[in-house]
């Protein structure tokens, strides 16, 4: 088993910065990859980036590309995702998740453990 759990959301204006955190912790962390997905108000779940077990890949999904940045840090066991120029379109409940899978991480039922979420909102 693994449990994650995010941190670091909350309220921002549009145009800021925020960094968001996931502790894991349960089984070697550096055995997996990781993702961000996220979820709007209305909206399907969708990818927003993963970061293979190495750290030597990551992809982003179009909408966030160049904006936001997944490191992680394996002696800390957390993974991180910088969020800089914020729209209020990025607002949503972001999750954390974690995969042994190599393979297709930017789809969610990749993911075996997945954290409970944290709320990020964005006003103009």
């Known amino acids: 088993q693994v449990q994650l759990v995010e941190s670091g959301g909350g309220l921002v204006q549009a145009g800021d910065s925020v960094r968001l955190s996931c502790a894991a912790s349960?089984?070697?962390?550096?055995?997996?990859?990781m993702a961000w997905f996220r979820q709007g108000p209305g909206k399907a779940a969708e990818f927003v980036a993963a970061?293979?077990?190495?750290?030597?890949?990551?992809y982003y999904a179009d909408s966030v590309e160049g904006r936001f940045a997944i490191s992680r840090d394996d002696a800390e066991n957390k993974v991180y995702l910088q969020m800089n120029s914020l729209k209020s379109e990025d607002a949503a409940v972001y999750y954390c998740?974690?995969?042994?899978?190599?393979?297709?991480?930017?789809?969610?039922?990749?993911?075996?453990?997945w954290g409970q979420g944290t709320q990020v909102t964005v006003s103009s």
């Open positions: 998740a974690a995969t042994i899978n190599i393979d297709y991480l930017q789809i969610a039922d990749t993911y075996e453990y």
């Open positions: 970061i293979n077990w190495s750290g030597r890949k990551t």
């Open positions: 349960g089984r070697p962390f550096s055995s997996y990859s």
